[in-house]
């Protein structure tokens, strides 16, 4: 059933686009103080029906201005660069994915603000337990040739430890030791 509706997805695509995208672990109280213009707010939860490459994820996202928006994500192979897939779910077929998912869907505190160059910075915090921001470019030249601002530690872009799938697949363990 999930392969099926997965080809279904791919054929019926709404969005295709190469994501290029640096990652960075970031302290969520240092970025928050900054002052940055926010562009936009929400609360997100994300759960995968494949941490594997094609990663499947699902995610709803409860925006601050009354919005809520469900989407079926397929991502490539890759890390700076790699392709997306998304497809708008309506809230049935989303909840039908989410009782598939093995553990409770990760949840994430989402910002997203302006920085001065004009580029887009995406803030999660993840289960209240790490922050991360990632900012996304036009192309991998681009990408390169950003220079960090001192309130991004740590470019962990090619880290895959940092991967939300990585991140999902080490919950997943946990939560099976608890059970």
Not at 64 to 89: P, Q
Not at 151 to 158: A, G, I, S
């Amino acid at each position: 059933m999930l392969a099926a509706f997965v080809i279904f997805t791919v054929m019926e695509r709404k969005e295709n686009k190469m994501e290029i995208e640096r990652k960075f672990l970031i302290d969520w109280n240092e970025v928050t103080a900054l002052g940055l213009p926010e562009v936009k707010s929400a609360q997100s939860w994300q759960g995968y029906l494949s941490a594997a490459t094609p990663v499947v994820r699902i995610r709803r996202r409860d925006f601050a201005d009354g919005h809520t928006d469900y989407i079926l994500c397929i991502k490539g192979k890759g890390k700076l660069a790699r392709e997306e897939i998304e497809k708008e779910l309506t809230p049935q077929e989303f909840e039908a994915l989410e009782g598939m998912l093995p553990i409770p869907m990760i949840h994430k505190d989402y910002h997203v603000y302006r920085l001065p160059d004009g580029h887009l910075l995406e803030c999660s915090l993840v289960d209240g337990k790490f922050a991360y921001a990632e900012v996304e470019f036009e192309s991998i030249e681009e990408a390169k040739a950003f220079q960090m601002p001192p309130f991004l530690h740590k470019d962990v872009t090619e880290d895959p430890y940092y991967s939300m799938s990585g991140y999902w697949k080490r919950k997943q363990i946990t939560v099976s030791f608890e059970l």
